[in-house]
Every structure is written in structure tokens, then in C-alpha cells.
């Protein structure tokens, strides 16, 4: 329901009425078609918020290529002839469909809901008040967003990177980190955002993809890169894209001479005050809350921090102050796509938490038309080019690419898109597939691997069989490779689209294969994440079986005291371990762990060992991982050496404990990152940062007369983290940066030890007496994790942390259907963000147990009885161990041996078929007449 918005929420969790206002849009949905002439026509120009004001749209308009749905809508303060009627009315003279309603109105909704989700997003930082940056004053300071879409082939130079204010191509950039947050004095923003250093590295580094030899520079207090895979990322663009990176806080902007260069006044690292002159500054904008989002969380009741964020439970991460409604995403707080993600999925399991007991009473399946029987029908394959943007169209001729798929043989037609999965052009294709009477269809666009699911839908839309497809991936394969010739990469997209049409031409229809699904899940792992996967699924009303290597439950969650937000945790995990061992429908089996493992998604077997060595073999049709991870014991430092070097844990014991030695040191110093961000360990440990900030607080607090020292190469407390750091500050912590290449020294000193660190405001070498010196030892993987990994057939990272399926668009799932991963098995992450995890997790997870079957695809191996003579070759290699020896008996009482596919175990990896030499099998989809025309195409000039 679009251009909604909530006006009112009564009721109590599971009974709620919801009021809305629909805003009229002055356009009959059910008319439009979305031509466009409508937009060609109006006069009247605007400012486009889509594009951050760097363009014009007309009062009549789409938001966005991709907008669903994709339907035009009348800006009412814009257009002419609703503020002057009869004035103008343009669009409804030329719109074909007679789809322009000027008499639309404004219409109220009431809608009974049992839970509500608040998913109402942020708004970036209006820098255009704060004058000491100039944004707003001079033309070529610009935002971040704005940046976004000057780089974006659907932007307003169509990817071009222009000055605004002379139109000239940028030689050098700056990027100016903190604007509007980490800022009280100016914005009055005084947390991270989260996401700002990354997507300055991320649009830094797409800028010199786009003008060679661009000279980008990133002024920062803290690189604050702390998410899975994101320090690589960072090093990436620093060693290899060239990405200057400058430790400084750059108080002003100010304009250098006529030409509308811009000059930049600070103090490097060196003391040295500098003068640099720049083509482009942007602003690296912060994340706030809306002012309508306020408006909706007094609407709602639901209770706001103090930095405007809804104010939730670090152990119910998406649960509001408003029983029944919750949250997912920045409204919570800054975050970035993978953990937005993540808590949609996690506030969707909450939601059904409560909402079980009414599964699939409104449920409705989608429907498609009856399959079109192409067998005896003329060969008529279809291809469709994406130009995906710029990510393929800028850097293959995509008018010539199509002009040549149009020559090949069984071509009938070819259409070019700027996205091809967009919704409007999957309507288009359903269309032209129609019309056409296609019976075979190419796309040539990104990797199978995230749209195939997507287009075979559309596919079956049109009334085809969805197995009549295949995808040339120009752009992971080609495009995204070949950036620095155009002519290559243009001749590689019409080979891999020659292929792909060689292929597709000898593609018949495939039958999906339906199995029953056992609607019981494991848990493997009883730490935090496990445990609020395990409770979730049992609240919806799944059986499951946690297992638990150790004699207690908790994991990690044992050694730790307080949240960042000060929630006392063993109480709470007191009260978590209760629920899960008193829920019926949860079987705890402590000191377990898995010893084999086989099946597919809904059958699942796994066999348990328990410690005194019995075995017991579990069906589930799920399972979900959350192992968790162990502590790097360090070997630097003088840890071992020295009795007063301990480890963040360790030191969190003592003053359990309330030791003597913590109870009369006077000096502590803090060392971050020891084992983590190095050349064998290229990631951030995430939690370390406000772990040491919290126990100096303590420290402080307790006597103020203390020496606490925080030795660091970038602070991480992200988000709203930042408080602590604030007040760590002010409570007389003592923070000094170091590099990797100056790291300190612990020595043995005549009256204790001491620590040399490289003090970067003096300039020379400080020497610290240190009664205790605390490491922050990385988080590594857990020691099962290789093990478990290769029972179920799930990958791991370089780092040995379990490897999601995509970073964002499948954050729990594997690769390998039914399978799910969550916590520190996952990556380093601290309790909310485990748990929200772990509810994502169940979420997916409940996608499959709530069905009684589930249909896998047709790409299977299939026995050619003629040719096969059963020697078994297949059955070694099958890594599924879906191919069985069978023995059957002819007409004539001779027994052969043969082979057969259990199809539910197959996964059509194709092993068979590359051992097999009497080609006994093959994979359907991939028959060797398939893979022989393809390489033939391949060579063909």
C-alpha cells in the first residue's frame, strides 16, 4: 500500500487496528502502463529527491527505474493544473491509457493486524546549516548521496564524474568522515552512524573505476570498518586501489580562487599544519531519524533513546517498548545492509512468535497459467540484455551486443533493459514472451547464482516450463573483470551470449521434484544465538533438538557481564537458559556433539554422540549452526611472561572476584587489536573496542585517581556505542592511537612494567608505568568449525568463520538449502546482534518448517540404462551419495548392474558426469549435446 502512511495504532499485540491515509496519486494504478509520455509532455520541473537534487524531474514522474510499483504519480505541490485548474493538464491530454485522475482524493484505511513492524528508515544529515563546510555556499561540495548518484549510470550525468559547477571531469576528491555525526557542537549527533566509513571507501574507490588516474582522499578520526569481510575491503582500497588516507579532523572548507576549487586547512599526524586544494569535496553524511518517524513512534507508543532511535532490549534486539510491535534497521540505529537484513528477517520471526497460532489463515498461493507444451514447436528463443546500470553497460556496447545476439540462429528476438530484474521489465518480458510466442529464452545479465530463481519465475509466469533458460553472466564473468577495454569485454559478452543461445537451444522441459519435509529442527550450539534460535522455533511450534558440546548452557555469554547498553547479561541469561530447558518442545542434550551427517533440505539425518560414546541419529529438516568462537591466547605483549599481562576476559574475572591485585594497581593500560586487523588475522574482533572502553569506565568510576590508558588503531565504538566512549573521555581515560607498524612494547621496569607506545600529539616516544597491562585478544574461529563445515558441506571464510550464501541478500543461509548460521560462528558480533542474528536465522528456517513439502529443482543427474554398465565409477564421486548399485534382472534372467539417482539427494553438481566413461549419466539441463554445443559456439569465430 504506497503512498500510505499510519495515523493511528489501538489495540494490544495480536489485535491491533491500524489506521491509514492514502495520499492520492492522481493516476489510476490499474490504467497506467507506464509509458511515459505523460512525463514528456508536463512542463512543470523540479527538484529529484531521488537523486538528491542533482537533477530535475517533472510534477508527473516515477520515483525511480526500479519503483514498485511502477506507476506514475502527480507531485500535487508541483503541478500546474491542481494548483490552477485549467491551467496545464498536459499529461492527461497525451496519456494513451486515460489513466490521469485530477478528481483522485484522499482515503482512510482500517486494517486488523496482530503485529506491526516499524520499518520507516533514516534520513541522511542536512549539512546545509552548517556553514564552516560550505555545502550549499559553494557548488562543488556536495553530499555523499549526492556522489552516489553522479557514479550511477541512472543518475544525472549517467555516471559520468563532473564538477557541478562547470561541468569539468574531477581530478581530485575529498571525503570529509563525521559530517552530522560524532558531532554534538554542529548537529548535535553525538553517535556513529556506522556506515559512513565504508561507503566512503566503497564510493572512493568506485570514483577511480570511473576516471583513471582520480586522486581520492578520505580525512577520518577512526576508520571504523568493523563489519565481516570490511577490513580487507579497507586494505584493498588502500594497497591496491590507491585510496589516500588522512588521520585528521578538517574543521572548514573554504573556496580557492575563480575556478570553484575548494582549499582544505588542516594537521596532519606529523604536527605539520597542510594546505590541499581539491576539485570535489563530499560530506560524508550521517544517519538520523525522521522527523515523521517521531511523529509515528509517539503515534505508536513506542519509546525513543535520546539519540531519536527506538529504544530496544539488547536480548530482544527488534522487540519495541510496545508490546507487538517491532523493529528492523536504522530506526533502531545506524547500521548497515547485511544487519538490516538480518533484522528484518529477525523482527518477522518475532512477529511470529505471536502470530503461530494463526498460520496460513490468510494465506494465499501464487498461481500459475498451465504450461505450454513447446515439444514440435519451431525453435524461438528470446534474449534479453541488461545493461544493469553502468555495471555492464559501461563497459560493453550493449546496442552492438544485442544487434549480434539478434543474428544468431533460433533468435526470433531481442530486447535491450536497463535492469532486467526489475519488476516492470519481469512484466515486460511475460509480455514479449506471449506475443512472441518464444519457447526458449537468454539473459544476458549478472550471475545466476542471485536471479535465476527470478527469471525462472517470470518464465513460468509466461506459461513456460522455468527449466526452457539459460543466463550468459556478462557481468560478474566479464564486464566487472575487463573494466579497462571496452572492445574485449563487448566481444566476450557475444561469445558467453552465443553460448548461452547454443545451450538453450537444445534445453527440453524439466519436472521439479517434491519432497515431504520432517517439521523438526537442530540447533548445534547452546550459547546465546542458539538458545534464541531454539526458543523462537519452539514458540512457533516446532520440535527441537539443541546440542550442546559442553556440560552447560551459554557459551560465551558465561564470561561476560554487562551489554553495551549496561544490561546486567548472567541475569539474563539466567533467565534464558530457563525457558529453553523448561519448553516442551526443546530436547537439551548437553556434552553432545555431531559426529555424521547426510540428507537434504526437509530430511535431514545427523548423528550425536553423546560423552560416554552413545550414538543417536536425529531427522530434521533443518539445522542451524551457531558453534560460536574461542579467545586467541596471545603470544605478544608479555602475556605469559608477566603475571600483570592478562586478557580482556581474564581481567573481567579478577574483578569478579574483586582481586587484590586490580583492587590496588593504580595505573591499567588497555592494548586493542592484539591478534586481530594483521596480515594472518585481516579482521576486526567488533566488540573489543567497547569491551576495554567498558572496563575503564568501571575503573574510573570506582577511583577516579586511576590511570587508565586506551592504546588503539581506531576507536570502533560504532553507533550508539559512542556514548561510552564520550564518557570515557570525560571521565579521564586516556586514549593514544597507534599504527601497526609502531606497535607498543611491554618491558619489565625496576618498579613494574612498562609500556612504549609512539605518542602521536608529542611526537616522541611516552613511556607508561603500568601496574596492569589488559589485551583485547581477537575472537577466532571455533575449533569445530572445519569439522562440522565439512559434515554438512558448508563452506568457511579465509579466516575459518562459516560463510554465508550472500552478504546481503541471504545473511544467515547457505549455500546449501535448510541450512542456517548465526552468532559467532558467523563472525565476531556482540549479544544484540547474535541474537538478532539467531532470530533471522529461525525466521528462515520456519519458511521451510511451516510447509509439509518442498519442491527442489529439476537440475538433476539421470541414468542412461543403454549406456550404463555399472561400474560404479559415479557412485565414488558423488559427494551427495545420491547414486546407489542396483542389480536388475531382464527378460531373460540376466542380471546387470546398473545405477540409480535418488533425485531428493542430488544436488546436479555433475561429478558423475565428468567420471563417467560410457556416458551412462548426465545432469539434466546439462546434457553433453548441451555442453558440446557450447564449446563448439565457444570456438566458433
Known amino acids: 500500500m504506497t503512498l500510505c502512511e499510519v495515523t493511528e495504532i489501538t489495540g494490544r499485540a495480536g489485535n ?28 512543470k520541473k523540479v527538484d529529484d529527491e531521488y537523486n538528491a537534487g542533482t537533477g530535475k524531474r517533472k510534477a508527473i514522474y516515477v520515483k525511480y527505474a526500479q519503483a514498485v510499483p511502477l506507476k506514475y504519480q502527480i507531485d500535487p505541490e508541483a503541478c500546474i493544473w491542481l494548483n490552477k485548474p485549467g491551467r496545464c493538464g498536459a499529461c492527461a491530454k497525451v496519456c494513451p491509457a486515460g489513466a490521469i485522475n485530477f478528481d483522485d482524493t484522499e482515503k482512510i484505511h482500517e486494517i486488523d493486524v496482530g503485529s506491526v513492524i516499524l520499518a520507516p528508515g533514516f534520513e541522511c544529515f542536512d549539512p546545509s546549516g552548517t556553514e564552516v563546510f560550505g555545502y550549499g555556499q559553494y557548488p562543488n561540495v556536495i553530499t555523499s548521496m549526492q556522489l552516489e548518484r553522479y557514479l550511477s549510470a541512472s543518475g544525472p550525468t549517467e555516471g559520468h564524474l563532473v564538477r557541478p559547477s562547470d561541468g569539468k571531469p574531477v581530478r581530485k576528491m575529498a571525503f570529509l568522515q563525521c559530517v552530522g555525526s560524532r558531532d554534538e557542537n554542529l548537529c548535535g549527533n553525538g553517535y556513529c552512524s556506522s556506515v559512513c566509513c565504508m561507503y566512503a571507501i566503497k564510493e572512493a574507490v568506485i570514483a577511480k573505476d570511473h576516471v583513471p588516474g582520480l586522486q581520492t582522499s578520505i580525512f577520518y578520526m577512526d576508520m571504523r570498518t568493523h563489519g565481516k569481510e570490511f577490513d580487507e575491503y579497507y586494505q584493498r582500497a588502500k594497497n591496491e586501489a590507491g585510496v589516500r588516507f588522512v588521520r585528521c579532523r578538517v574543521n572548514g572548507v573554504e573556496p580557492q580562487g575563480r575556478e570553484g576549487d575548494l582549499r582544505l586547512h ?150 535491450r533493459n536497463l535492469f532486467t530484474c526489475s519488476q516492470d521489465t519481469q512484466d515486460l518480458m511475460v509480455k514479449v514472451i506471449q506475443e512472441n510466442k518464444l519457447n526458449r529464452i537468454v539473459v544476458a545479465a549478472c550471475t545466476p547464482r542471485t536471479h535465476e530463481p527470478l527469471f525462472h519465475e517470470t518464465i513460468r509466469a509466461a506459461g513456460l516450463n522455468e527449466y526452457l533458460f539459460e543466463m550468459a553472466n556478462i557481468r560478474n564473468q566479464n564486464s566487472w573483470v575487463h573494466t579497462g577495454d571496452k572492445t574485449a569485454a563487448t566481444q566476450k559478452a557475444k561469445d558467453l551470449t552465443r553460448m548461452a543461445v547454443a545451450k538453450v537451444t537444445w534445453q527440453g522441459p524439466l519436472e521439479n521434484v517434491a519432497v515431504p519435509i520432517t517439521q523438526r529442527a ?45 544490561e546486567h547479561i548472567p541475569l539474563r541469561l539466567h533467565r534464558l537458559v530457563d525457558k ?120 574510573k568510576k570506582e577511583n577516579s585517581s586511576r590511570q587508565v590508558y586506551i592504546l588503539y588503531r581506531d576507536m570502533r565504538t560504532y553507533g550508539q556505542r559512542e556514548t561510552l566512549y564520550k564518557k570515557a573521555r570525560e571521565l579521564g581515560v586516556v586514549f593514544i592511537n597507534y599504527e601497526l607498524h609502531g606497535k607498543p612494547k611491554v618491558t619489565r621496569g625496576k618498579n613494574g612494567l612498562v609500556v612504549e607506545v609512539w605518542d602521536h600529539v608529542l611526537h616522541r616516544p611516552l613511556l607508561i608505568n603500568a601496574d596492569m597491562v589488559i589485551l583485547a585478544a581477537a575472537i577466532i574461529p571455533s575449533a569445530g568449525a572445519k569439522k562440522l563445515a565439512q559434515l554438512y558441506k558448508v563452506p568457511l571464510d579465509n579466516h575459518g568463520f562459516f560463510q554465508e550464501s550472500h552478504a ?86 540376466q542380471i546387470h548392474k546398473r545405477v540409480a539417482i535418488n533425485k531428493a539427494h542430488c544436488k546436479g553438481c555433475g561429478l558423475c558426469q565428468g567420471t563417467c566413461p560410457k556416458r551412462g549419466v548426465s545432469v539434466a539441463g546439462f546434457s553433453l549435446k548441451q555442453l558440446e554445443s557450447q564449446l563448439e559456439a565457444a570456438l566458433a569465430v
Open 266 to 415: 588542516y594537521v596532519n599526524e606529523q604536527g605539520q599544519q597542510i594546505e590541499e586544494y581539491f576539485d570535489l569535496v563530499v560530506l560524508s553524511v550521517g544517519l538520523e531519524t525522521p522527523k515523521h518517524v517521531l511523529e509515528l513512534a509517539d503515534k505508536t507508543g513506542v519509546r525513543l533513546t535520546h539519540h531519536n532511535f527506538a529504544a530496544v532490549s539488547d536480548f530482544a534486539p527488534v522487540s519495541t517498548s510496545k508490546a507487538g510491535i517491532f523493529t528492523c534497521g536504522a530506526f533502531a540505529g545506524p547500521k548497515d545492509i547485511p544487519q538490516s537484513v538480518m533484522e528484518g528477517s529477525a523482527a518477522a520471526a518475532a512477529a511470529a512468535d505471536t502470530l503461530a497460532p494463526a498460520r496460513f489463515e490468510l494465506a494465499r498461493e501464487k498461481t500459475f497459467p498451465p504450461e505450454r507444451d513447446i515439444l514440435g514447436e519451431e525453435l524461438r528463443i528470446g534474449v534479453f540484455v541488461c545493461h544493469c546500470g553502468s555495471n555492464i553497460a559501461g563497459y560493453v556496447d550493449v546496442e552492438d551486443l544485442a544487434e549480434y545476439a539478434a543474428t544468431l540462429p533460433g533468435v526470433v528476438h531481442v530486447e
Open 580 to 699: 529453553v530447558t523448561s519448553h516442551e518442545l526443546i530436547t537439551v542434550r548437553m556434552e553432545t556433539e555431531v559426529v555424521a551427517a547426510e540428507g537434504y533440505v526437509g530430511n535431514f539425518r545427523s548423528t550425536i554422540k553423546n560423552k560416554i560414546g552413545l550414538k543417536e541419529t536425529i531427522s530434521h529438516g533443518v539445522a542451524i549452526i551457531t558453534t560460536g568462537a574461542s579467545r586467541l591466547m596471545p603470544d605478544e605483549y608479555g602475556y605469559r611472561e608477566h603475571k600483570e599481562v592478562v586478557s580482556a576476559l581474564e581481567f573481567d574475572k579478577l574483578c569478579e572476584i574483586n582481586d587484590i591485585h586490580v583492587r590496588n594497581s593504580n595505573s591499567f593500560v588497555f592494548i586493542q587489536c592484539v591478534g586481530s586487523r594483521e596480515s594472518d588475522r585481516n579482521y576486526c574482533s567488533k566488540v573489543c573496542c567497547t569491551h576495554s572502553v567498558q572496563a575503564a569506565i568501571e575503573l
Open 808 to 893: 546481503k541478500l541471504r545473511p544467515v543461509d547457505f549455500a546449501t538449502d535448510g541450512l542456517f548460521v548465526a552468532g559467532m560462528a558467523h563472525y565476531p558480533k556482540p549479544v544484540e546482534e547474535s541474537i538478532a542474528q539467531a532470530l533471522a536465522a529461525s525466521a528462515r528456517a520456519a519458511t521451510l518448517l511451516s510447509r509439509n513439502e518442498i519442491t527442489l529443482d529439476g537440475i538433476k543427474a539421470e541414468v542412461d540404462p543403454d549406456n550404463c554398465d555399472g561400474c560404479a565409477l559415479c557412485v565414488d564421486v558423488c559427494p551427495y551419495h545420491a547414486i546407489t548399485l542396483v542389480e536388475e534382472t531382464d527378460d531373460e534372467g
Open 522 to 566: 537442530l540447533v548445534i550450539g547452546g550459547g546465546i544465538a542458539g538458545m534464541a534460535a531454539a526458543l523462537n522455533l519452539a514458540n512457533q511450534g516446532f520440535p527441537v533438538d539443541l546440542i550442546e558440546r559442553s556440560a552447560v548452557l551459554g557459551g560465551n555469554g558465561r564470561h561476560l557481564h554487562n551489554t553495551w547498553s549496561g
Open 16 to 43: 491491533f487496528k491500524v489506521t491509514l491515509k492514502e495520499h492520492p496519486r492522481y493516476v489510476d494504478m490499474d490504467k497506467c502502463i507506464a509509458c511515459g509520455e505523460c512525463a514528456s509532455k508536463c512542463p
